[in-house]
T-cell receptor, first 112, second 113 residues
Framework: NAGVTQTPKFRVLKTGQSMTLLCAQDMNHEYMYWYRQDPGMGLRLIHYSVGEGTTAKGEVPDGYNVSRLKKQNFLLGLESAAPSQTSVYFC???????????FGPGTRLTVT | GENVEQHPSTLSVQEGDSAVIKCTYSDSASNYFPWYKQELGKRPQLIIDIRSNVGEKKDQRIAVTLNKTAKHFSLHITETQPEDSAVYFCAATLNNAGNMLTFGGGTRLMVKP
């Protein structure tokens, strides 16, 4: 089992560029999440999904879009990157009805 | 929505001493409280959790206590070791709400050998 994987691991973007972060899980989890983590701060929820084909906004959704076309994948898109989106992005997944989130290794994104 | 506050933000202890990290939450409906450990440059990893129907849970050197009336929960680490040095995050959620976790701001624990 690979668990939760993320690609890419690192990325540098220029302001205004777009990109997609990919999250994949092989644990057959229903729920998937995208968080961002800024220095000295906790994790903040961007968007989440409770099942294939469904998505919902979290605490800080502005500037991001997501899609969950397949149960095992959850994509996070930045349409027009801004320096304020420089962060470490973590994907996570969990079983239906339980709270324990299993995290991916993270993607470090820098927007210049 | 839920708000979780975590204290202290940094904690330094001598190897072998105990460490206690406290969190308070605002939503009395929250019923699941996990704790995560994050080593430098690594992903957060679940180390222990507690549900609202119990008051305490132990796993070897770590334990978590929950006071629903006061809306606070704490992580206790006994006989600390240098490898316990990391950032610890508490979180709270209502299980019916898509398991959306609200995290505390984190505590950097440093265990001095």
């Amino acid at each position: 089992n690979a668990g939760v994987t993320q690609t890419p691991k690192f990325r540098v973007l220029k302001t205004g560029q777009s990109m997609t972060l990919l999250c994949a899980q092989d644990m057959n989890h229903e729920y998937m999440y995208w968080y961002r983590q800024d220095p000295g701060m906790g994790l903040r929820l961007i968007h989440y999904s409770v099942g294939e084909g469904t998505t919902a906004k979290g605490e800080v959704p502005d500037g991001y879009n997501v899609s969950r076309l397949k149960k095992q994948n959850f994509l996070l898109g930045l349409e027009s990157a801004a320096p304020s989106q420089t962060s470490v992005y973590f994907c996570a997944s969990s079983y239906l009805g339980t709270g324990g989130n299993f995290f991916g290794p993270g993607t470090r994104l820098t927007v210049t | 929505g839920e708000n979780v506050e975590q204290h202290p933000s940094t904690l330094s202890v001598q190897e072998g001493d105990s460490a206690v990290i406290k969190c308070t939450y605002s939503d009395s409906a929250s019923n699941y409280f996990p704790w995560y450990k994050q080593e430098l440059g690594k992903r957060p990893q679940l180390i222990i959790d507690i549900r609202s129907n119990v008051g305490e849970k132990k796993d070897q050197r770590i334990a978590v206590t929950l006071n629903k009336t006061a809306k606070h929960f704490s992580l206790h680490i006994t006989e600390t070791q240098p490898e316990d040095s990391a950032v610890y995050f508490c979180a709270a959620t209502l299980n019916n709400a898509g398991n959306m976790l609200t995290f505390g701001g984190g505590t950097r624990l440093m265990v001095k050998p």
